[in-house]
């Protein structure tokens, strides 16, 4: 079975940092698409970024571009997101998810067959 956990939420001051972390059990973690998302009360979940298995390219959504930075260590089966000056605007659960194939898409929840709990943050202003 795979499964996906996220950590590193919290409360922050606007301004602040968090380093979120995604735990991946299961087989190939290597061969994988990380995704990232948030959810914000009563909004759609969001994009927030993406890292392909070479490590070589990553995606961004247009807010997180420039204050995020998504990093993973294979042998390790984890993936990283790094958020710094954090706005209230990022408030929200936060998720990491592996895409069904980064060819079919990887931006949209419904590319997505699994995803971790979530962990929250909180930036206050």
């Known amino acids: 079975q795979e499964q996906l956990v996220e950590s590193g939420g919290g409360s922050v001051q606007a301004g602040g940092t968090l380093r979120l972390s995604c735990k991946f059990s299961?087989?190939?973690?290597?061969?994988?698409?990380v995704g990232w998302f948030r959810q914000a009360p009563g909004k759609e979940r969001e994009f927030v970024a993406a890292?392909?298995?070479?490590?070589?390219?990553?995606f961004y959504g247009d807010f997180a571009k420039g204050r995020f930075t998504a990093s993973r260590d294979n042998p390790r089966n984890m993936a990283y997101l790094q958020m710094n000056n954090l706005e209230p605007e990022d408030t929200g659960v936060y998720y990491c998810?592996?895409?069904?194939?980064?060819?079919?898409?990887?931006?949209?929840?419904?590319?997505?067959?699994?995803w971790g709990q979530g962990t929250q943050v909180t930036v206050s202003s």
């Open positions: 998810a592996v895409p069904f194939s980064f060819a079919a898409g990887f931006e949209a929840a419904e590319d997505c067959r699994v």
């Open positions: 299961g087989r190939d973690f290597d061969a994988y698409t």
């Open positions: 890292m392909r298995w070479t490590g070589g390219i990553n």
